[in-house]
């Protein structure tokens, strides 16, 4: 599957907008997926992230609006490495949380993630044998649970 003329000329587009030239853009797709990596300095990526990542998930969003349609569904954004980066930290998190929960046999709460950080936990656990995740609560007081599996 490749993204028409249009679609690429809208990604290079909004980009522009933020003064970021198409030679930094790499679009890849794999199946329902189009991944959008921007190369730009980590110093200067923070602007384009912004707090708790907003101003990167805002931009992916805006993104998956003008991508979206009956074969891409998924739209994965990446500004200057920082999604790698995070999902390093998603991933020690998680192995620490799971630790205390096999430990303690009881449910443990994630703090405070996004949408999309959320979405990458529950992926983590969603083959595991004995833990599960699931969440809640409601907008910013939505938590990610980790729990020991009912048998």
């Not at 522009?16 to 300095?41: A, C, F, R, W």
Request: aromatic fraction near 6%; charged fraction near 25%.
């Amino acid at each position: 599957m490749t993204l028409t003329d249009d679609k690429l000329a809208h990604i290079n587009q909004l980009f522009s907008y933020l003064d970021i030239s198409q030679d930094h853009i790499q679009v890849e797709i794999d199946d329902d997926t189009v991944s959008i990596s921007v190369d730009v300095p980590e110093e200067e990526a923070g602007i384009f992230i912004g707090r708790y990542a907003n101003t990167l998930d805002s931009i992916q969003l805006i993104l998956s609006l003008f991508l979206r349609s009956d074969t891409i569904h998924h739209v994965h954004l990446d500004i200057g490495g920082y999604r790698g980066r995070r999902a390093d930290v998603l991933r020690e998190m998680a192995d620490r949380i799971a630790t205390d929960v096999i430990e303690s046999n009881s449910p443990r709460a994630f703090p405070p993630l996004s949408a999309t950080e959320r979405r990458a936990i529950h992926l983590i656990f969603e083959d595991h044998d004995t833990l599960t995740t699931y969440s809640e609560g409601m907008g910013y007081n939505r938590r990610l649970i980790l729990a020991v599996k009912s048998v």
